[in-house]
């Protein structure tokens, strides 16, 4: 899992741009970007990445719904 984490990780840093929240664009994606043989490794990574930008879609949500100004 460490290895998974490390990678994920390293490509979210690298670009944070190409990924999203569908899981198969994220596989798809990660096909062009990083030469990983083994379809288990590629298949933990992009959901790891799709999990971990859910995460992050959802509680940036949440923080612009508490900011946002009451109607008066």
């Not at 899992?1 to 190409?18: C, D, F, G, H, T």
Request: a positive charge; aromatic letters at 6%; charged letters at 35%.
């Amino acid at each position: 899992m460490n290895r998974v984490r490390r990678i994920s990780n390293e490509l979210l840093e690298r670009y944070p741009k190409q990924f999203g929240i569908d899981f198969d664009q994220n596989k798809a994606t990660l096909k062009d970007l990083a030469n990983i043989r083994s379809k288990l490794l590629r298949n933990r990574i992009a959901g790891f990445i799709t999990a971990h930008v859910r995460r992050a879609t959802t509680e940036r949500e949440a923080v612009d719904s508490e900011t946002e100004l009451p109607e008066i």
